[in-house]
């Protein structure tokens, strides 16, 4: 390609062989002057993927060669590669940042339900007594908040735990466990279940005392 083009043959590589042709004879004739302000907004249409020849269609009175020699002058690949990378970085940047205050804002709230029912729970384990059980509605509001932690840290890819071993001649046998998966409904049965368990053991400790 005989041209004084500053750029490199790997910036040809979005363009056409068609457009390359253009280009050469646009340089041979001459192509209409655009000026930055026309050429500026002209680029506006390129970055949204529009093609040269749809620019010219647009501004009557330049052809696609005066575009296309347009779009190489001010190196519009360059530009729409660099704007990509950098917008790139930003978002992934934003992403981050959003990442790490929805965690922060996440294990805050289990912060709080820690520390308001901590207490509560331990007077229960010491005493047995159903009037110090903590309250157990708090356990899906609980679970919830765990699994949207588990999302946005990317721990819920972890489905099943495995525990896994290889058949050898010294005996060790392969296994596979899954872990199981308690409902809050369960969760709130044993709960209850236990706690009537230690009020019928105190009573049953009083009557026997008595």
Request: proline share 2%; hydrophobic share 35%.
């Amino acid at each position: 390609m005989s041209t004084d083009k500053r750029l490199s043959e790997a910036d040809f590589s979005g363009w056409s062989q068609r457009e390359i042709e253009l280009l050469e004879n646009v340089k041979e004739i001459g192509a209409k002057p655009i000026s930055p302000t026309l050429a500026a907004e002209m680029y506006n249409l390129f970055l949204e993927g529009y093609s040269c020849a749809y620019i010219a269609k647009m501004n009557k009175g330049f052809s696609e060669g005066d575009i296309l020699y347009c779009r190489y002058k001010y190196e519009w690949d360059r530009q729409r590669d660099d704007y990509a990378k950098q917008l790139t970085a930003q978002v992934q940047q934003k992403l981050f940042k959003q990442k790490l205050e929805s965690v922060e804002y996440l294990t805050n709230m289990l912060a709080v339900i820690h520390k308001e029912h901590k207490e509560t729970m331990l007077r229960f384990l010491q005493t047995g007594n159903l009037e110090d059980l903590p309250k157990i509605g708090s356990l899906k509001t609980y679970k919830d908040i765990l699994e949207a932690l588990a999302k946005v840290t990317g721990e819920d890819s972890v489905k099943k735990l495995k525990l896994e071993g290889k058949v050898q001649h010294d005996g060790v046998i392969k296994t596979e466990q899954t872990a199981i998966s308690i409902s809050p409904d369960l969760q709130t049965k044993l709960l209850q279940a236990l706690a009537e368990g230690v009020s019928q053991k105190t009573s049953n400790k009083d009557e026997d005392e008595s």
